[in-house]
């Protein structure tokens, strides 16, 4: 991350969660595109169809996918706002995250050409907002037993603190029996790991409640299946009864 953040410009990101096999047969099929065209100018690229193709859902979903690049690859604001109209009333689905794809590739190219400045464009599984990178996180107690009312407290006022002192943003706090689960913005070249160890300690200093081991990822959601892996995992390592 801090590679991204030394390249200078302006970055751009998936605005929600959009799975990386997706991403990268969005891309596949974008570059097979653009060669497919040969060199003429993209904004040249016939869009007309397009625009009514996206919306019309008889269909088939291939269709509707290779509309939605042919928007993107014109660069044209005109398109760019036909996909955001899409996306006010497209549902979660492929055809959404193929939408969001579409809509980062299009404000990159349309950016590209109205300012002077590096566009970037940054796709992770979670997505972000402007400079800031969506994360998610999980977190259990030491011995896996159940939390304190006071625990959470602390948890959630230390992470607070912990987002403010980096520039971040706490989205969500979801809390079980022993294990507290997070979505948090911060920018792209935060040193992670380091937040997350001083977190750690910090909270450890009232009552060593919180185990040294957690998970921070920003390539795709971390499930109730992954949250239970990762519970027994520990529970086997620290010889624990993973259901405490």
Same mark, same amino acid.
């Given at each position: ?133 969506? *994360?998610? =996180?999980?977190?259990?107690? &030491? ?7 006071? $625990? /959470?407290?602390?948890? +959630? ?51 060593? *409640?919180? =185990?040294?081991?957690?998970? &921070? ?7 109730? $299946? /992954?949250?239970?892996? +990762? ?14």
């Amino acid at each position: 991350m801090d590679d991204i953040s030394r390249l200078g410009g302006q970055i751009h990101q998936l605005e929600e969660p959009v799975p990386l096999p997706l991403q990268a047969e969005y891309f596949k099929q974008s570059i097979a595109l653009r060669m497919t065209k040969g060199e003429g100018n993209p904004h040249n690229y016939p869009t007309m169809d397009a625009e009514k193709l996206i919306f019309d859902q008889d269909k088939p979903l291939s269709t509707r996918r290779m509309a939605l690049s042919r928007l993107a690859m014109s660069g044209r604001v005109e398109a760019y706002r036909v996909i955001e109209d899409f996306l006010k009333i497209a549902p979660e689905g492929e055809l959404r995250q193929w939408a969001m794809m579409a809509k980062l590739e299009c404000r990159v190219a349309m950016m590209s050409d109205l300012v002077d400045e590096r566009q970037i464009a940054v796709a992770s599984g979670l997505g972000g907002r402007g400079d800031l990178m969506r *994360f998610m =996180g999980l977190f259990h107690t &030491v011995h896996l037993q159940e939390f304190e009312p006071f $625990q /959470v407290e602390l948890f +959630t006022k230390e992470l607070q603190y912990r987002m403010e002192q980096y520039g971040g943003e706490v989205e969500d706090i979801s809390v079980g029996y022993n294990y507290i689960q997070i979505s948090f913005l911060l920018p792209i070249q935060s040193p992670i790991k380091e937040i997350f160890v001083g977190f750690i300690l910090e909270c450890n200093l009232y009552g060593n *409640f919180l =185990g040294d081991s957690f998970m &921070v990822t920003n390539s795709q959601p971390i499930t109730p $299946q /992954v949250i239970k892996e +990762t519970l027994a995992k520990y529970a086997k390592e620290k010889n624990l009864d993973p259901t405490h």
